[in-house]
C-alpha cells in the first residue's frame, strides 16, 4: 500500500512510499482511510524522525475486515479512529477501543478533525471538574483544542476568556461561547478559578498569576517551545495555595471508544463544530505540513484519499 513516510528534510518533510499493508491484531480492525488530520505535535516529530515510525492518529474512514476476536463494528462501517500511529496510510490498523461508527451526517472530513484534539478538550474538562458558574482562563485558544474546549465548557456554564493572537480566531471563540478574548494572557482579568495552560515558557506565569486563590492551574503543553520559570513567592500575591497539575491525555489509560461516540454525538447534534482551515488531497501532505508550520493554516488540516 502507499503511505506517507517521514524524511527529516524540512523542505518535504513526508513522501509517499510503497509499505507492507498493516496485519491487524486480534482485537483491531483494519480501516481504509478516507480522511486524516494533523496534529501539531506530530509536526514537530517530523523535525527529527525515529526511523521507521510512521505519523497519523487521527483518521475516519471504512472498516474493510472486522476484528479477530469479534469486538469493534462490522465490516463495511463507517468509523472514526484513533490509532497511535500509522493512520497516513491507504489502510490502518485500529483497536476497536478507539473507534466510533461514523454518522452519515458526518463527513470522513469533519470525523477526522475529532480524536485526538477532541479527546483532549474532554478530558481536559472533565479534569477541572465541574464547570457551571466558573471563569476559565485559556491560553493558546486558536488551536484544535482551545476550540473545542471553548465550545464545550462555555455549554457547560462556564464563563470562558481565550487568549490568542489571532483577531478572526477570536472572533469565532467568541462565536463559540467563548464570554472574553483577549491578547495576551497579560490583559485577561482575573481571577479565575481554572487556568488551562498549553503555551509554556513567559505566558504560564503570567497566567497563573490570573489564578484565584486556591485555584487550579492545569499545563496541557508547551507551544511555545520554551520552558517556564516560575517564582514561589510570587504566589502570595495573589494565588496562594494554588494547585499546579501536569496533564496527559493518555493519563486516564482508558480506551477511546466513549469519548470519541461522544465527540461524535455533539457533531452530528451541531453542538460541536471542528474548525477545518484546509481540505487538500493527501499528496499534497508535504505542502500542507510546511504551511502549517509556517501558521499560514488556521484551523485543522485535513487530507483526503481518493
Known amino acids: 500500500m502507499k503511505a506517507l513516510v517521514p524524511t527529516g528534510d524540512p523542505a518535504e518533510p513526508v513522501v509517499l512510499a510503497d509499505v507492507p499493508e498493516p496485519t491487524p491484531r486480534a482485537g483491531e480492525v483494519l480501516v481504509k482511510v478516507e480522511a486524516f488530520s494533523v496534529n501539531r505535535g506530530e509536526t514537530f516529530r517530523l523535525e527529527a524522525p525515529v526511523p521507521g515510525e510512521r505519523p497519523g492518529k487521527d483518521v475516519a474512514g471504512l472498516v474493510v475486515q472486522p476484528a479477530a476476536d469479534g ?3 462490522a465490516g463495511i462501517t463507517r468509523v472514526v479512529g484513533h490509532p497511535m500511529a500509522g493512520g497516513w496510510a491507504e489502510f490502518v490498523a485500529v ?6 461508527v461514523l454518522p452519515d451526517s458526518v463527513s470522513a472530513v469533519r470525523g477526522a478533525a475529532l480524536p485526538l484534539a477532541g479527546i483532549t478538550a474532554l478530558r481536559l474538562l472533565r479534569a477541572a471538574g465541574p464547570l457551571p458558574g466558573r471563569r476559565v482562563l485559556l491560553t493558546g485558544a486558536s488551536g484544535g483544542v482551545g476550540h473545542y474546549v471553548t465550545e464545550l465548557a462555555a455549554a457547560a456554564g462556564a464563563e470562558v476568556t481565550a487568549v490568542t493572537r489571532d483577531a478572526e480566531r477570536g472572533t469565532r471563540l467568541l462565536e463559540l ?7 495576551d494572557p497579560a490583559d485577561a482579568r482575573g481571577p479565575y478559578d481554572v487556568v488551562l495552560e498549553s503555551t509554556g515558557g513567559a505566558a504560564l506565569p503570567v497566567a497563573l498569576a ?11 503543553g508547551q507551544a511555545s517551545r520554551t520552558p517556564a520559570k516560575l517564582d514561589f513567592f510570587d504566589f502570595f ?13 493518555l493519563d486516564p489509560r482508558s480506551g477511546f471508544g466513549d469519548d470519541l461516540a461522544t465527540l461524535v454525538r455533539l457533531t452530528a447534534q451541531g453542538r460541536l463544530h471542528p474548525e477545518i482551515g ?6 499534497h501532505t508535504a505542502t500542507t505540513l510546511t504551511d502549517l508550520r509556517d501558521r499560514r493554516i488556521r484551523g485543522k488540516a485535513v487530507l483526503t484519499l481518493p
Do not use: N, Q
Open 71 to 73: 469486538s469493534g463494528p
Open 95 to 100: 483497536p476497536t477501543d478507539a473507534l466510533a
Open 177 to 183: 461561547g467563548a464570554a472574553e478574548v483577549v491578547h
Open 210 to 220: 490570573r489564578l484565584a486563590r486556591r485555584g487550579t492551574l492545569i499545563w496541557f
Open 237 to 249: 500575591s495573589g494565588p496562594e495555595s494554588a494547585v499546579i497539575r501536569h496533564f496527559h491525555y
Open 278 to 283: 484546509r481540505v487538500a488531497d493527501w499528496a
